[in-house]
């Protein structure tokens, strides 16, 4: 017989054996991290935050780790997947459930519900993309901490067994360790608050909340795959800082709201948002605001643009002083028309002010991610049923609408340009098919190899949302004579038409012989590019912005390139400015055609009249106020095979610009940003400042000995009083009741097409007018106008345009010149945000050398008007100091 001694071991020793089923005791994070998430002057970054994840999985069964993609820097982005044992173990079980749902996968409304009754709800919460918001990142381990380590807690263990939840602990992993890094090193100086003097996204910055469809970082594809991966019922992004001195906005939004997102959608975002608002009251958060402020009606929100396949997808805005640095606030400090601290329908319990610590924001975070969790595990069966009805009824609706389908032809002045077109459908989820032989839609026939989306598929609001014009909704217009916020975004972003493609919709229902010549693809695959004739030299089209790859690849092979003077015959037909290339083998040469999908005419002698191209020494201005623009604008100029070189306030300062660089390239920013960036004592010193009127001397001896400086939007104004340019802006000082346009798709009429610069570009292109200016000539300009707006023509395809007389008949974009130089003007943004790849070529043909052929005078000049003197600019919405 076992003694009582014996027994006690032998129970010891089974239970050891047992321990995967009852688990370690989850570690605190202070005993990972030595702090506590939310600690005053302390910022878990993004490696800490991972190590306390693996932490915690490591002895917990209530979470899983997934590696879901690289992040720009080469980062693994990890997520935590968090439910209850049993759920975890029938994962990939659930995920198939939730995927069909999303999609309608072959089912009746019986079968649907049977499935929404076996099912578990998945939602996404993150901890941000914007890290300079540091809160979220920190809540995300606060969270985990809680919903692992709870024991005997009935909402939590509801929450287990109904939802899964998907724990993202930041959306940007590079942003956060920069940030982050940067606070660190500051913390304790007189320069613990100060701006970070670099975008925290390699690229983009703040404006990798605005990738959504388009996907052009590393970080926004990943994302996005996920989510379709995933298929979450709700996504919740954190953000800060709330509409002060609220303590967080929540929705429901501000109008308006698109049509294309299906009802059962919106409406739950307004259940999410008062039910969020009603939890934080009743756990003694007040400072809850709603409405206000913050639309989505730019489609292009990576928070957003979820809602769109389905996804009860939005963001709330807690409150934010700088990074882990606690700050008082007094009553006195509010905005004079809340100091009263009265209730509102939006604003139902006011917040009296006092200290405002990091561990508030987080606790906040935290309290608004458990009530989305409480809502879902209490409303399960609804949301995934409500998932299916609106797939169900958008296959529904566009069988009985249209349109019943977009049809991308595959043979287009710019083909590579309308292959990424549909293969942005796929990244995005879409289903897309491939034309055979013989397809015809709308009467008119199709090549093999066309690309079509059927408009009868779950997500089909997307396509919509993307490919029509948008019309802002006139009754939030000004002049209707209510009181109404202006967009703060872009109103306009019709994807076709930024990139410069036909994309047709079809007016009839697709038939069933129609059908049978589609073939679903998976990954675009563009027409084979063709050399037709014979000879070693190469004509290529100017229209295809792939075309600036081959040549850039054909010079760094060796090759020499020249654009013709006349026109030519290219594959797409005869063409003043196509690139006519040499020095390559046959053999090289279509290894190039091959891999861009770039046809061409081969001849056995060169044309008679041709300008020699070199690829220019560019230099992008980099300020240290960094510039969102400037990111776009490297990101692309790299895509594309330029190589530019960035430029900082010393390099600009520095004197013989010339000597180094060909073009200088200045981005969209203020004047502020550029002349004087950050202030002395606000950043450590070798931050401070900007170019200076060294800098600026030193851009007027650039262009004066010979160099190209190109301005773009903003920019363009800024340089009129600053270096005396015989131009005048004509909407300098205009108030918004007189024009507005925060961001719209305009088209302009392009003049001189026989200038190099306009080499390429269509007659009438269509460019993203982003509070940028438009020019008039004066007295002693030489120069040329190289599009301007149509007289007595609204310039309006797709937004918002408030006033378009303003801008009729007036310059686009001009070249001067300057000295041996030239500046060119462009009131608008070429390479708006990586979408609007139809106006690339404006600020492609800026770099290159070539010999100037002679500008042509202007018939009629203004009589001469005085110069402003430089003043500063208002502050860009996308200016990110």
Same mark, same amino acid.
């Given at each position: 017989?076992?003694?009582r001694?014996? *027994?006690?071991?032998?129970?010891?020793?089974?239970?050891a054996?047992?321990?995967? +089923?009852?688990r370690a005791?989850v570690?605190?994070?202070?005993?990972?991290?030595?702090?506590?998430?939310?600690?005053?002057?302390?910022?878990a970054?993004?490696?800490?935050?991972?190590?306390?994840?693996?932490?915690?999985?490591?002895?917990?069964?209530r979470?899983?780790?997934? $590696?879901?993609?690289?992040?720009t820097?080469?980062?693994?982005i990890?997520?935590?997947?968090i439910s209850?044992?049993?759920?975890?173990?029938?994962?990939d079980?659930?995920?198939?459930n939730?995927?069909?749902?999303?999609i309608?996968d072959?089912?009746?409304?019986a079968?649907?519900l049977?499935l929404a009754?076996?099912?578990?709800?998945?939602?996404h919460?993150?901890g941000?993309?914007?890290?300079?918001?540091?809160?979220g990142?920190q809540?995300?381990?606060?969270?985990?901490?809680?919903?692992?380590?709870?024991?005997n807690?009935?909402q939590?263990?509801?929450i287990?067994?109904?939802?899964?939840?998907?724990?993202?602990?930041?959306l940007n992993?590079?942003?956060?360790?920069?940030?982050?890094?940067w606070?660190?090193?500051?913390?304790g100086?007189?320069y &613990?608050?100060?701006?970070?003097?670099e975008l925290y996204? &390699?690229?983009?910055?703040?404006d990798?909340n605005?990738?959504?469809?388009?996907?052009?970082m590393?970080?926004?594809?990943?994302?996005?795959?996920?989510?379709?991966?995933?298929?979450?019922?709700?996504?919740y992004?954190?953000?800060?800082t709330? =509409?002060?001195?609220? *303590?967080?906005?929540?929705p429901?939004?501000?109008?308006?709201?698109?049509s294309n997102?299906?009802p059962?959608?919106?409406?739950?975002?307004n259940?999410?948002?008062t039910n969020m608002?009603?939890y934080?009251d009743?756990?003694?958060?007040p400072?809850?605001?709603?409405?206000?402020?913050?639309d989505?009606?730019y489609?292009?929100f990576?928070d957003?643009?979820?809602v769109?396949?389905?996804?009860?997808?939005?963001?709330t805005?807690?409150?934010?002083?700088?990074?882990?640095t606690?700050?008082?606030?007094?009553?006195?400090?509010?905005?004079?028309? $809340?100091?009263?601290?009265?209730?509102l329908?939006?604003?139902?319990?006011?917040?009296?002010?006092?200290?405002w610590r990091?561990?508030?924001?987080?606790?906040?975070?935290?309290?608004?991610?458990?009530?989305?969790l409480?809502?879902a595990?209490k409303?399960r069966?609804?949301? +995934?049923?409500?998932?299916?009805?609106?797939?169900?009824?958008?296959? #529904?609706?566009?069988?009985?609408?249209? /349109?019943?389908?977009?049809?991308?032809?595959?043979?287009?002045?710019?083909t590579?340009?309308?292959g990424?077109?549909?293969?942005?459908?796929?990244?995005?989820?879409?289903?897309?098919?491939?034309?055979?032989a013989?397809?015809?839609?709308?009467?008119?026939?199709?090549p093999?190899?066309?690309w079509?989306? /059927?408009?009868?598929?779950p997500?089909?609001g997307?396509?919509?949302?993307?490919?029509?014009?948008?019309?802002?909704?006139?009754?939030?217009?000004?002049g209707?004579?209510k009181?109404?916020?202006? /967009?703060?975004?872009?109103?306009g972003?019709t994807l076709?038409l930024?990139?410069g493609?036909?994309?047709?919709?079809?007016?009839?229902?697709? $038939?069933?012989a129609?059908?049978g010549?589609?073939q679903?693809i998976?990954?675009?695959?563009?027409? #084979?590019? &063709?050399v037709?004739?014979?000879?070693?030299?190469f004509?290529?089209?100017?229209?295809?912005?792939?075309?600036?790859?081959l040549?850039n690849?054909a010079l760094k092979?060796?090759?020499s390139?020249?654009?013709?003077?006349? =026109?030519?015959d290219?594959?797409?037909?005869?063409?003043?400015?196509?690139?006519?290339?040499q020095?390559?083998?046959?053999g090289?040469f279509?290894e190039?055609?091959?891999k861009?999908a770039?046809?061409?005419?081969?001849?056995?002698?060169?044309?008679?009249?041709?300008l020699?191209?070199?690829?220019a020494?560019?230099?992008?201005?980099?300020?240290?106020?960094?510039?969102?623009?400037e990111?776009?604008?490297?990101?692309?100029?790299?895509?594309?095979g330029?190589e530019?070189?960035?430029l900082?306030?010393?390099?600009?300062r520095?004197?013989?610009l010339h000597?180094?660089?060909?073009?200088?390239?200045?981005?969209d920013m203020?004047?502020?940003?550029?002349?004087?960036g950050?202030h002395?004592?606000?950043?450590?010193?070798?931050?401070?400042?900007?170019?200076?009127?060294?800098?600026?001397?030193?851009l007027?001896?650039?262009v004066?000995d010979?160099?190209?400086l190109?301005?773009?939007?903003?920019?363009?104004?800024n +340089?009129?009083p600053?270096?005396?340019?015989?131009v005048?802006n004509?909407l300098?000082?205009v108030?918004?009741?007189?024009f507005?346009?925060?961001?719209?798709?305009?088209?302009?009429?392009?003049?001189?097409?026989?200038?190099?610069?306009?080499?390429?570009?269509?007659?009438?292109?269509?460019?993203?007018?982003?509070?940028?200016?438009?020019?008039?000539?004066?007295?002693?300009?030489?120069?040329?106008?190289?599009?301007?707006?149509?007289?007595?023509t609204?310039?309006?395809?797709?937004?918002?345009?408030?006033?378009p007389e303003?801008?009729?008949?007036?310059?686009?974009?001009?070249?001067?010149v300057?000295?041996?130089?030239?500046?060119?003007?462009?009131?608008?943004?070429?390479?708006?945000r990586?979408?609007?790849?139809g106006?690339y070529?404006?600020l492609f043909?800026?770099l290159?050398?070539?010999?100037?052929?002679?500008?042509?005078? +202007?018939?009629?000049?203004p009589?001469?008007?005085p110069?402003?003197a430089a003043?500063?600019a208002?502050?860009?919405?996308?200016d990110?100091?």
């Open positions: 017989m076992l003694s001694f014996s *027994r006690l071991g032998l129970l010891l020793a089974t239970s054996l047992a321990l995967p +089923l009852c005791q570690p605190t994070p202070v005993s990972v991290l030595g702090h506590t998430p939310g600690d005053d002057f302390y910022l970054d993004y490696e800490d935050a991972i190590r306390y994840f693996h932490a915690a999985a490591a002895t917990s069964d979470v899983k780790m997934f $590696t879901v993609g690289k992040s820097h080469g980062k693994d990890e997520v935590a997947v209850s044992p049993a759920n975890l173990a029938r994962l079980e659930y995920k198939r939730a995927r069909r749902l999303a309608a072959n089912l009746t409304d079968q649907a049977e009754k076996n099912s578990k709800v998945i939602v919460i993150d941000g993309l914007h890290s300079d918001e540091v809160a990142g809540h995300s381990i606060a969270l985990l901490y809680k919903l692992l380590s709870a024991q807690d009935p939590i263990d509801a287990l067994d109904q939802v899964i939840l998907v724990l993202w602990p930041t992993p590079d942003g956060q360790d920069l940030v982050v890094h606070y660190r090193q500051n913390v100086t007189k &613990e608050v100060s701006p970070m003097p996204q &390699e690229y983009v910055g703040h990798n605005r990738d959504g469809f388009m996907l052009n590393q970080e926004s594809k990943v994302l996005a795959k996920a989510e379709i991966d995933w298929s979450p019922e709700i996504f992004c954190q953000h800060q709330a =509409p002060f001195p609220a *303590r967080i906005w929540i429901p939004f501000a109008d308006p709201i698109s997102i299906s059962y959608v919106r409406s739950w975002l259940v999410i948002g608002t009603a934080l009743a756990h003694n958060m400072g809850a605001i709603s409405e206000t402020q913050f989505n009606w489609a292009g990576n957003w643009v979820h769109f396949r389905n996804e009860i997808s939005f963001f805005e807690t409150g934010l002083y700088r990074y882990a606690p700050r008082f606030y007094t009553v006195n400090e509010f905005p004079q028309q $809340t100091q009263d601290l009265r209730a329908s939006m604003y139902s319990e006011p917040w009296e002010g006092g200290w990091l561990k508030d924001a987080v606790d906040y975070m935290v309290g608004g991610s458990m009530s989305v409480d809502l595990s409303n069966e609804t949301l +995934l049923y409500n998932r299916y009805q609106a797939a169900r009824d958008n296959i #529904a609706h566009y069988r009985r609408e249209g /349109p019943f389908a977009y049809v991308i032809s595959d043979h287009q002045a710019d590579p340009e309308a990424l077109l549909a293969q942005k459908m796929i990244d995005n989820g879409l289903n897309v098919y491939a034309t055979q013989g397809f015809t839609a709308n009467g008119v026939a199709y093999a190899g066309s079509v989306i /059927p408009m009868d598929q997500f089909a997307l396509v919509q949302e993307l490919f029509e014009r948008q019309k802002y909704p006139e009754g939030l217009q000004m209707t004579g009181a109404v916020d202006l /967009p703060y975004d872009v109103t972003w076709p930024q990139m493609i036909a994309a047709d919709a079809v007016s009839d229902p697709l $038939t069933p129609q059908r010549l589609l679903p998976t990954e675009v695959k563009l027409p #084979a590019a &063709e037709s004739g014979h000879g070693s030299i004509v290529v089209s100017h229209k295809p912005n792939a075309a600036f790859q040549v690849d092979a060796g090759g390139v020249a654009m013709s003077s006349d =026109p030519i290219t594959p797409e037909g005869k063409e003043r400015g196509a690139f006519v290339i020095g390559l083998g046959a090289a279509d190039l055609t091959k861009y770039v046809g061409a005419v081969a001849l056995a002698s060169a044309p008679a009249h041709t020699a191209i070199k690829k020494r560019i230099g992008l201005y980099r300020p240290w106020a960094p510039s969102i623009d990111g776009w604008t490297r990101w692309v100029l790299e895509q594309d330029f530019p070189k960035s900082y306030n010393a390099d600009v520095a004197a013989s000597s180094r660089y060909d073009v200088i390239v200045l981005p203020s004047t502020n940003q550029m002349m004087d950050f002395v004592g606000v950043v450590p010193g070798q931050y401070t400042g900007g170019i200076g009127r060294d800098g600026l001397e030193n007027r001896a650039f004066r010979g160099g190209t190109v301005a773009m939007n903003q920019t363009a104004a +340089l009129i600053l270096m005396s340019l015989p005048k004509v300098d000082g108030k918004s009741d007189k507005f346009c925060s961001g719209a798709l305009l088209r302009i009429d392009q003049e001189n097409p026989e200038l190099p610069i306009n080499f390429g570009i269509p007659a009438a292109p269509v460019v993203m007018f982003q509070r940028g200016p438009a020019f008039t000539p004066l007295a002693g300009f030489e120069g040329a106008i190289l599009a301007r707006y149509a007289k007595g609204n310039p309006l395809e797709s937004g918002l345009l408030l006033h303003t801008i009729q008949d007036k310059a686009a974009a001009v070249e001067l300057y000295g041996k130089g030239r500046i060119l003007l462009y009131g608008f943004k070429p390479q708006f990586g979408q609007s790849h106006s070529r404006y043909n800026a290159y050398t070539y010999d100037q052929p002679a500008l042509p005078k +202007l018939d009629k000049v009589a001469e008007e110069i402003a003043k500063p208002a502050h860009d919405e996308d990110d100091f």
